[in-house]
C-alpha cells in the first residue's frame, strides 16, 4: 500500500487566501484524523472521520477552518481566510477499527502564511 | 479523563549511551500504549506497541513494557545510534470504551545522539 497521502508538501500563501489540503487515507481504513503540530503546542488533533462522518471537530480552531470527507478515499481541510498563525505542519492520519487503532500518519503538509 | 505525560526533552546522548525516556499515562478504561517516532521533515511513524497490562511492545532495539500498577510506559534502548535522532512521542488510545477512536499524544521528546 502507498501509506497515506498528502497533498500539497509545501503551500506557501498569503494572509487572506483560501488553502485547501488533501488527505488520501490507506485503502480500507475507516477512521481519517488531520492534526497540526507547531513548536509553540505541539500534536494538536483537529477533527477526525468515521466511515466519512465528522465525529469530533472540538480542535478545530475557528470558523475559518473546515473539513470535508466526501467518500472513504479523500478528505480536504479547507482554511477560510488564512492568517499568519495558521502557519504550522498539517498532518492526516489513518486507522483502521479493530486493529489496536494505531494510526498511520502521512508525511504532511507544510503550510506558510505571509 | 485521558492524557500522556512525557519527559521533557531535548535529551542529547553519545552513541551506544542508555536511552530511557519517561511516559505516564492516565486513563478511564483500558488503554492501548503506543510510542511513534518523528525524523526529520517526516510524519510520525508507529515505533512499537503494547495492548495490555505487562506486554512488552519492541522494535529496532527499542523496547517498552505497559505497566499498569505503575501507569507507565517507558522507551528503553540498550544502545543508541546517531539514526536514532528524532522525536518520539508517547499516545495512548483508550480502547475499549473508545467511541472514537481517538489517541491521546504527549507533547514528544526530541533525542539527539552525537558520534
Known amino acids: 500500500d502507498a501509506g497515506v497521502i498528502q497533498s500539497p508538501r509545501h503551500e506557501v500563501t498569503e494572509m487572506g487566501q483560501e488553502v485547501t489540503l488533501r488527505c488520501k487515507p490507506i485503502s480500507g481504513h475507516d477512521y481519517l484524523f488531520w492534526y497540526r503540530q507547531t513548536m509553540m503546542r505541539g500534536l494538536e488533533l483537529l477533527i477526525y472521520f468515521n466511515n466519512n462522518v465528522p465525529i469530533d471537530d472540538s480542535g478545530m480552531p475557528e470558523d475559518r477552518f473546515s473539513a470535508k470527507m466526501p467518500n472513504a478515499s479523500f478528505s480536504t481541510l479547507k482554511i477560510q481566510p488564512s492568517e499568519p498563525r495558521d502557519s504550522a505542519v498539517y498532518f492526516c492520519?489513518?486507522?483502521?477499527?479493530?486493529?489496536?487503532?494505531?494510526?498511520?500518519f502521512g508525511p504532511g503538509t507544510r503550510l506558510t502564511v505571509t | 479523563g485521558n492524557s500522556v505525560t512525557q519527559m521533557e526533552g531535548p535529551v542529547t546522548l553519545s552513541e551506544e549511551a542508555f536511552l530511557t525516556i519517561n511516559c505516564t499515562y492516565t486513563a478511564t478504561g483500558y488503554p492501548s500504549l503506543f510510542w511513534y517516532v518523528q525524523y526529520p521533515g517526516e510524519g510520525l511513524q508507529l515505533l512499537l506497541k503494547?495492548?495490555?497490562?505487562?506486554d512488552k511492545g519492541s522494535n529496532k532495539g527499542f523496547e517498552a513494557t505497559y505497566r499498569k500498577e505503575t501507569t507507565s510506559f517507558h522507551l528503553e534502548k540498550g544502545s543508541v545510534q546517531v539514526s536514532d535522532s528524532a522525536v518520539y512521542f508517547c499516545?495512548?488510545?483508550?480502547?475499549?470504551?473508545?467511541?472514537?477512536?481517538?489517541?491521546?499524544f504527549g507533547t514528544g521528546t526530541s533525542l539527539t545522539v552525537i558520534p
Open positions: 492520519a489513518s486507522s483502521l477499527q479493530g486493529s489496536s487503532y494505531e494510526q498511520y
Open positions: 499516545a495512548l488510545s483508550d480502547l475499549p470504551l473508545n467511541t472514537g477512536n481517538q489517541f491521546y
Open positions: 503494547a495492548t495490555k497490562a505487562d
